[in-house]
């Protein structure tokens, strides 16, 4: 009785953690796009490759961890394995429009890379600050909830464009080379021109908790509410 027990046990964990379905090798093409976490009804319109993302609480119900209040996403419904040595161009023509008038304008997350973990910031996060430069984000996971060692992705600083949030058209390019050992490295372009670059390495010892795969997220993902609306045209391609 205790071997099958052990046995159930050993089945609902590893299912949990290994939950996500990986893709067969490197596809040429990610195009398998949902919802992330249950949005409000009407915050995402889908009409691939064009979205439209508005407002929406973020549903914590469903998706555990983070701290974050505001989320209208989609996810790559399948992951790559930490394994991939493979290159990816995501890209999204967008505009923006902040409709809250906020003399300091919320920063949000527009494309995220995530590998299973709850809490803290996954391995990259392409952030707009307030002033509207790019910038990179990483956290490593030490335990439950927030315990976290910040900021550790490499990177070069903040990009040099101001993104504008008045519904100005944009161009962005998300480069990233995986090299097969759970990390990558990543470049960013905004109108074709490069505004901020980082490499990831994965955390080594078993203080850290380890990455399970690698999946995408693309959208609104903000601290706290306000107001807004973004078009976004995406394709997500390898780059042979």
Not at 31 to 58: A, E, H, L, Q, R
Not at 106 to 129: S, T
Not at 155 to 162: A, E, N
Not at 232 to 239: D, L
Request: glycine content about 8%; some cysteine.
């Amino acid at each position: 009785m205790k071997i099958i027990y052990l046995l159930i046990i050993i089945f609902i964990f590893g299912s949990n953690a290994f939950a996500k379905q990986k893709y067969f090798g490197a596809p040429n093409k990610i195009s398998d796009w949902t919802f992330s976490c249950s949005p409000d009804k009407g915050s995402i319109i889908d009409n691939y490759p064009s979205y439209v993302f508005k407002t929406s609480k973020n549903n914590k119900n469903v998706c555990k961890g983070g701290i974050y209040n505001q989320r209208a996403e989609i996810l790559s419904k399948k992951a790559l394995s930490l394994s991939t040595r493979a290159k990816y161009d995501f890209q999204t023509v967008f505009s923006f429009q902040d409709k809250s008038k906020s003399f300091y304008p919320e920063k949000f997350d527009i494309f995220q890379i995530h590998d299973g973990r709850n809490g803290c910031a996954p391995p990259l996060k392409v952030n707009v600050q307030s002033g509207g430069q790019l910038r990179l984000y990483a956290d490593y996971k030490t335990g439950p909830g927030e315990q976290c060692v910040k900021d550790v992705i490499k990177s070069t600083g903040l990009g040099t464009t101001q993104i504008k949030r008045d519904g100005t058209e944009y161009k962005l390019n998300v480069l990233l080379n995986f090299d097969g050992k759970s990390g990558f490295d990543v470049d960013v372009y905004l109108d074709d021109k490069l505004e901020v670059s980082g490499k990831y390495s994965p955390p080594t010892g078993n203080k850290y908790v380890a990455s399970k795969y690698f999946y995408f997220k693309h959208g609104v993902y903000s601290r706290n509410m306000f107001d807004y609306e973004m078009k976004s045209k995406i394709s997500m391609k390898k780059v042979k």
